[in-house]
């Protein structure tokens, strides 16, 4: 039943773009793109955050040398 209901919310969402007004619709573009270099740039600022960072005190708790 959720994914009908997501399914409703989505379709309903569509309708409210038509809505938009012209230069809304001719900016979509652009704030997607923005949208995405922004979740671009944070996923990889996260991504090297969690590459360099050191485990060792988890390792020497849980693994007895």
């Known amino acids: 039943m959720a ?3 997501h399914t409703h919310e989505a379709i309903n ?6 809505e938009l ?3 809304v619709v001719l ?3 652009d704030i997607i793109n923005q949208t995405v270099n922004q979740v671009e740039l944070h996923y990889n600022t ?5 590459q360099n ?3 060792g005190s988890i390792f020497e708790r849980y693994i007895k040398w």
């Open 3 to 5: 994914t009908l209901d």
């Open 13 to 18: 969402k569509m309708f409210v773009l038509r």
């Open 21 to 23: 007004t012209e230069q």
């Open 27 to 29: 900016n979509l573009p």
């Open 46 to 50: 996260r991504r090297n955050e969690i």
């Open 53 to 55: 960072y050191n485990f």
